[in-house]
């Protein structure tokens, strides 16, 4: 167990996600419920859904994994995506987290959520009319507290700020991408966090399937339905991905030499830094959960980690998709060039 920011709350380091159960990936939801209770009966008590994940089904599966067992899980869940066809139907706005709020506690069949997470960032939304509607939630005992999502360091600080100065809740936690291919998270966003004393529960430790030990060079790529809904992240054909199944290649030859499994690797890697509350887990099978569970056992050694800075420096992100957010600055070309009207050609 470890201590959730300042919260005086203690989570398992292991967070069991339930991103994969659902029509993204096991539509089995007794089998699901059954994978969830091992999960449980294993030590974790720490729980992340969110309401987007296979349109609020996710949220009803874990409600019927945790029928009288709701007291003992630190239940978290998120908003921000898309969940109809209606305009206001996303997003980050007062209208919509009192909305959304509670259509995920009706779907989780329970009274409270322990942690409500912004799912990404909304810059054309002041974060004071994000902060205040969730503030309101906590005082209506509908949430216990909140927090971000892949939200970059700037937008950190900004919040903090605002909660201060505003007198709002505050978020106690961060959920960033975290891997050993992914580690730009390093260079800013885990020493803001432990600046602000906030908790980090990592999402993807096993890199979106890039680190189960399947991606290896001369082999075959895997088929995914993960790889269909974001081909970016492993299409072969684009030169950082190339680079990146080197690496991966040479981490499960490391792992090898070592005699620990690919997925013990990653994920006690994750586990390792000082800044991280929790390692998020999604596991589709009973079987990939059994392959995760052991990896909060392991512990490497000084050589095994100079061995990874070796292979992927600290700080480096092979791939800017992996980092699971372009803030509309880089997305949207109309905010980087002025209008034509406004421009004035110039003869020298």
Not at 91 to 103: C, F, P, T
Not at 185 to 213: D, K, N, Q
Request: charged residues 25%; contains cysteine; negative net charge.
């Amino acid at each position: 167990m470890r201590p959730l920011g300042r919260t005086g709350v203690e989570v398992s380091s292991l967070c069991l996600g339930a991103m994969m159960f659902g029509a993204w990936g096991n539509t089995d939801h007794g089998d699901s419920v059954r994978i969830i209770h091992k999960a449980l009966d294993s030590g974790i008590n720490f729980v992340d859904t969110a309401d987007v994940y296979s349109r609020g089904e996710s949220e009803e599966i874990v409600a019927k994994a945790l029928k009288g067992r709701r007291d003992d899980v630190i239940l978290a869940t998120k908003f921000h995506g898309t969940m109809g066809d209606g305009v206001n139907q996303r997003g980050n706005s007062r209208r919509w987290i009192m909305q959304e709020v509670e259509a995920s506690l009706k779907r989780l069949n329970t009274d409270w959520i322990d942690l409500y997470q912004v799912h990404r960032p909304e810059p054309d939304t002041d974060i004071d009319e994000t902060l205040g509607a969730l503030t309101d939630l906590v005082r209506q005992g509908k949430i216990r507290y909140l927090g971000s999502s892949t939200f970059p360091p700037s937008a950190i600080v900004e919040a903090q700020w605002v909660a201060e100065r505003r007198s709002r809740e505050r978020f106690v936690c961060e959920q960033p991408p975290y891997s050993l291919l992914v580690r730009g998270i390093e260079t800013e966003m885990l020493p803001v966090c432990e600046r602000y004393g906030m908790g980090v529960i990592s999402w993807s430790p096993l890199a979106g399937g890039w680190l189960s030990g399947k991606y290896r060079k001369g082999v075959e790529q895997p088929e995914s339905t993960r790889a269909g809904r974001i081909p970016g992240r492993y299409d072969l054909t684009k030169p950082e991905n190339q680079v990146k199944l080197d690496a991966a290649d040479a981490l499960g030859q490391l792992a090898d030499d070592n005699n620990i499994s690919l997925i013990h690797l990653a994920i006690a890697f994750v586990l390792r830094h000082p800044g991280v509350t929790s390692a998020i887990i999604g596991p589709r099978t009973m079987e990939q959960l059994e392959s995760q569970l052991g990896a909060a056992d392991v512990v490497l050694s000084t050589e095994i980690l100079d061995a990874i800075d070796a292979i992927v420096p600290p700080g480096h992100t092979f791939n800017p998709a992996d980092a699971g957010y372009t803030p509309p600055s880089l997305a949207d070309a109309s905010r980087r060039r002025r209008s034509g009207a406004a421009v004035k050609h110039v003869t020298f």
